[in-house]
């Protein structure tokens, strides 16, 4: 299934997620810094959602309350809700 996420308080502005079956698919970012993004969504695909939020949940950009896989984790906790 595709969702679309609007990030808050990051260059990014938005996040497109594929998952199935509780599995990050693929991942796209709009805005923010292509290739450090790229790469998360490269590292990401195939991992569980639980385990993508544990480990991006929290991390923080500078001095921002958060960050582009901080907004990632938040993106993918709220499919998870939805799932549930």
Do not use: W
């Not at 290739?35 to 695909?45: D, S, Y």
């Not at 923080?60 to 799932?83: F, M």
């Amino acid at each position: 299934m595709k969702y679309t996420y609007q990030t808050e308080g990051t260059c990014s502005r938005q996040i497109q997620i594929e998952e199935e079956n509780g599995i990050v698919q693929n991942v796209a970012f709009t805005g923010g810094c292509h290739g450090n993004l790229q790469g998360i969504g490269a590292l990401v695909a195939g991992m569980k959602i639980d385990d993508v939020i544990d480990r991006l949940k929290g991390i923080r950009c500078g001095s921002k309350a958060t960050s582009c896989p901080d907004q990632l984790a938040k993106a993918l906790a709220s499919i998870a809700e939805r799932k549930a």
